[in-house]
């Protein structure tokens, strides 16, 4: 089983910055990938950013070039700079894993609680 805890939401005014974190503790082999993903009120969940182990990342559009995401693999915890807010961005924010299971080697897949990030002024 594998706890991932988020934190770094809050209040930030348009084109201010946050940083979220998302940290994993549990047993697993290894990490396969991680991401961030966010959900606005009466909106679907939809897809934010992702790293897998190579490195390689991916954005959505709404995001590129204002959003970054990271990772520190000795922490098992991944980052989302998130920079020139705008008050489309708000909405619950929530990281993913995609892990080997250490004892099956099978795909397990684990959501963080959610943080809130409200762009306002």
């Known amino acids: 089983q594998v706890q991932l805890v988020e934190s770094g939401g809050g209040l930030v005014q348009p084109g201010g910055s946050l940083r979220l974190s998302c940290a994993a503790s549990g047993s697993f082999y290894r990490i396969n990938a991680m991401g961030w993903y966010r959900q606005a009120p009466g909106k679907q969940r939809e897809l934010v950013a992702t790293?897998?182990?190579?490195?390689?990342?991916n954005y959505a559009d709404s995001v590129k070039g204002r959003f970054t995401i990271s990772r520190d693999n000795a922490k098992n915890t991944v980052y989302l700079q998130m920079n020139s807010l705008k008050p489309e961005d708000t909405a619950v924010y929530y990281c993913?894993?995609?892990?080997?299971?250490?004892?099956?080697?099978?795909?397990?897949?684990?959501w963080g609680q959610g943080t809130q990030v409200t762009v306002s002024s």
């Open positions: 993913n894993y995609d892990v080997y299971d250490s004892g099956t080697y099978a795909h397990k897949n684990y």
């Open positions: 790293i897998v182990s190579g490195g390689s990342t």
